[in-house]
Nanobody, 117 residues
Framework: QVQLVESGGGLVQTGGSLRLSCAAS????????MGWYRQAPGKQRELVAG???????NYADSVKGRFTISRDNAKNTVYLQMNSLKPEDTAVYYC???????????WGQGSQVTVSS
């Protein structure tokens, strides 16, 4: 089992920055990839950014150049630094983790990010 606890959401004005954190615990040795997804009202959940155990990252086109995913292995934590935020970035952001022991990913509880215009 893997547990994911998120923190760092909030309200920010257009152009501002926020950093989300996702702390993993439990069977962290089994994690092969972690990522951030988001879901806006009335829309499907979409991938924002991912990072593999080897450090390879990928981003949605809509956030490239503005968001950065990173990790601190010593703290078992993944971060999403969000800069130049836009109102369309408003959503609930979810951390997830893919494990070698389960087919379905683990999910965090979700963090609301609201960008005011």
């Amino acid at each position: 089992q893997v547990q994911l606890v998120e923190s760092g959401g909030g309200l920010v004005q257009t152009g501002g920055s926020l950093r989300l954190s996702c702390a993993a615990s439990g069977s962290i040795f089994s994690i092969i990839q972690m990522g951030w997804y988001r879901q806006a009202p009335g829309k499907q959940r979409e991938l924002v950014a991912g990072i593999t155990r080897g450090g390879t990252t990928n981003y949605a086109d809509s956030v490239k150049g503005r968001f950065t995913i990173s990790r601190d292995n010593a703290k078992n934590t993944v971060y999403l630094q969000m800069n130049s935020l836009k109102p369309e970035d408003t959503a609930v952001y979810y951390c997830n983790a893919f494990s070698t022991t389960t087919r379905d990913p683990y999910w965090g509880q979700g963090s609301q990010v609201t960008v005011s215009s």
